[in-house]
């Protein structure tokens, strides 16, 4: 096998990455859906817009469509990286998948507001939801579990990566 003779360090990593293929799975299909919600999201923004007598979509029908196209690449940033991670299979997991619920969780938000066409700024009281209020712990309850674990997680991978790659600088 060439891989194996002539270049060791890829014959490695390509190994590693075999005990993670859960979690780079996971990835790849996280940022196929994102990717094709941002689409999707993309015909409904022009649909809306075309309607519109302001040629204009709904706020977060925009930020849906964006955030979604963001996060599809963001999902294949978290495949790569855990396809360097050394930790357990188990870990690896747990810090692919929770940043990857985080981010569809966040385009799903924008989508239902985007629907609803019920506010410009989610996080501005009082916090709306269609013709509903929702109580402040619940939303920054949210923000905060969302920050928590797509940083704890990204930074997971990422230590996970630099100790993988740093022996080849």
């Given at each position: 096998n060439m891989l194996n003779t002539d270049f060791p360090v890829l014959s490695q990593l390509f190994a590693q990455a075999e005990l993670q293929m859960s979690s780079?799975?996971?990835?790849?299909?996280?940022?196929?859906?994102?990717?094709?919600?941002?689409?999707?999201?993309?015909?409904?923004?022009?649909?809306?817009?075309?309607?519109?007598?302001?040629?204009?979509?709904?706020?977060?029908?925009?930020?849906?469509?964006r955030s979604s196209l963001m996060y599809a690449y963001s999902a294949l940033l978290v495949a790569f990286l855990a396809a360097l991670s050394p930790f357990s299979p188990t870990m690896t997991w747990w810090a692919t998948a929770g940043p990857l619920f985080f981010f569809a969780s966040a385009v799903v938000t924008y989508m239902i507001h985007g629907?609803?066409?019920d506010t410009r700024n989610q996080l501005a009281k009082p916090y709306v939801l269609g013709k509903s209020h929702l109580p402040g712990v619940l939303v920054h309850g949210f923000m905060g579990m969302l920050a928590l674990v797509e940083i704890a997680g990204v930074?997971?991978?990422?230590?996970?990566?630099?100790k993988t790659l740093w022996p080849l600088l």
């Open positions: 780079i799975s996971l990835a790849l299909l996280a940022a196929a859906g994102l990717l094709m919600t941002g689409l999707l999201t993309g015909l409904w923004k022009y649909l809306a817009i075309a309607m519109s007598p302001h040629s204009r979509a709904p706020y977060y029908v925009d930020i849906a469509h629907w609803l066409n930074a997971i991978l990422a230590v996970g990566a630099c």
